[in-house]
């Protein structure tokens, strides 16, 4: 029988084989184009920490604000890039978004003048705002339910991987070409990669040809059975009046609020803390994002296995909150007792972010789930504005960081106790 016309009650082995390709074929790129992603929001820290604002002259508060333009534009399009990506293609618009975001990213090493500077970091924002609803869209079209936090987990891997050899890479690459040029050559990979995702990447089983029709019919229905369990929800104006989608979009601003307030300002507060040249001061950041990368894996397994997925989130969200306000008290005294609980608190923060958007779907069908997970990424975006800017703005004022800590250990406590009042989805309850 010819491979394309197989079907599931013949080779039940093959079906099985094709399914796994979709572990090789989406979501190496998936990561890829994440890692991108952030590799162009986060080197702004660094940027930061090796003298962007006396180079440029301007003050420490225009610096937080630069830091913090990216998310205000970053807030203002997930919704409508959602809805393209749903109606449309999500593999077309990533493509435009990161030929966008390397362009930019890249003029970030290029102007010199602040507000046009301003512009450029707000367009970053805009460019990349598209980028995290159409992935997890994407996703959703590719694995079941029993398998998304896992697939989200290896999307958002791409970030504190990123982080890891960016903290790395980008305090030698500063030390050999100054952060200007680093912002340049950090911006050009996202333009070539676009090429690539546009050959590799496909918006769902039916147009993969590298699946026999059988597999493709076989996950097409196991992902329209999932949506029978589901309750129906008209349109994203309804699924507003659901209490668990108010609760998320504010657990995710306060969640994000402490999580940029840690990635952007984190090398500043170890170099600063530590006097340690720039590249000791990248090495140095990037422990807790290999302790994020065990956990988030960790996380994404045990979830999966459960379905408990509140349980986890609020878990280590409470924990990372707890050693940041170790931090806040340990501030000014033995660095190295307090960059143990960086470590921690940073690490514990990342570990259930692909465990929190497999929470969505869980709970929302698929006609509304990618809009609301871009309305309440949006609101995470604007937490990230206001994290970056409080976070740069009390350094600057007081000349250290211990309010900063204090300002992360309360959002990140807040959106753990948020957590705990989010109702679990009907299968959950009956498991």
């Not at 460019?127 to 994407?138: G, Y």
């Not at 960790?298 to 408990?308: A, F, G, I, M, N």
């Not at 807040?414 to 989010?422: D, G, H």
Request: charged share 10%; proline share 3%; with cysteine.
């Amino acid at each position: 029988m010819h491979p394309s016309i197989r079907n599931t009650t013949e080779d039940p082995a093959g079906i099985q084989r094709d399914l796994r390709k979709r572990w090789i074929f989406i979501l190496p790129c998936v990561f890829v184009t994440y890692s991108l992603a952030y590799l162009d929001r986060a080197n702004y820290g660094f940027g930061a920490a090796a003298g962007l604002a006396s180079t440029l002259h301007i003050s420490d508060s225009q610096s937080a604000l630069l830091g913090a333009l990216f998310f205000l534009g970053y807030f203002l399009f997930q919704i409508p890039g959602a809805a393209y990506a749903r109606r449309n293609s999500a593999a077309r618009l990533v493509f435009f978004a990161l030929i966008g975001w390397g362009a930019l990213a890249a003029l970030t090493g290029v102007i010199t003048t602040f507000w046009l500077l301003a512009v450029d970091r707000l367009l970053l924002g805009v460019a990349e705002s598209v980028i995290f609803p159409a992935m997890l869209i994407l996703l959703t079209h590719w694995f079941t339910r029993a398998e998304r936090s896992s697939a989200n987990t290896l999307l958002f891997l791409g970030n504190p991987i990123t982080l890891l050899w960016m903290s790395a890479l980008t305090g030698y690459l500063i030390r050999a070409v100054g952060w200007q040029k680093a912002f340049v050559y950090e911006g050009l990979p996202s333009i070539l990669w676009a090429f690539a995702w546009l050959w590799l990447v496909r918006d769902g089983p039916k147009q993969a040809i590298w699946m026999h029709q059988s597999a493709r019919e076989y996950l097409e229905r196991q992902l329209d059975q999932e949506q029978l369990f589901i309750p129906r929800v008209a349109n994203l104006q309804a699924a507003l009046r659901n209490r668990n989608v108010l609760r998320l979009c504010l657990q995710y601003f306060a969640w994000s609020a402490g999580v940029y307030g840690f990635v952007l300002w984190l090398p500043t507060i170890i170099k600063q803390g530590s006097t340690r040249t720039i590249q000791a001061t990248g090495l140095l950041s990037g422990a807790p994002y290999l302790l994020a990368v065990l956990l988030m894996v960790l996380v994404s397994y045990l979830s999966d296995r459960t379905l408990q997925r509140r349980r986890f989130v609020a878990l280590f969200l409470s924990l990372s909150g707890l050693a940041l306000l170790v931090c806040y008290f340990a501030s000014g005294h033995s660095f190295w007792f307090l960059y143990a609980f960086l470590i921690l608190g940073g690490g514990s923060m990342y570990a259930p972010y692909g465990t929190f958007f497999a929470m969505v779907p869980d709970m929302l069908p698929k006609n509304v789930a990618g809009e609301v997970m871009a309305l309440v990424n949006s609101c995470g975006a604007l937490g990230g504005f206001f994290g970056t800017w409080i976070v740069g703005l009390l350094r600057a004022s007081t000349g250290n960081s211990s309010s900063g800590f204090l300002f992360m250990a309360t959002s990140v406590l807040a959106s753990a106790a948020i957590t705990t009042f989010l109702q679990e989805s009907p299968r959950q309850q009956n498991r």
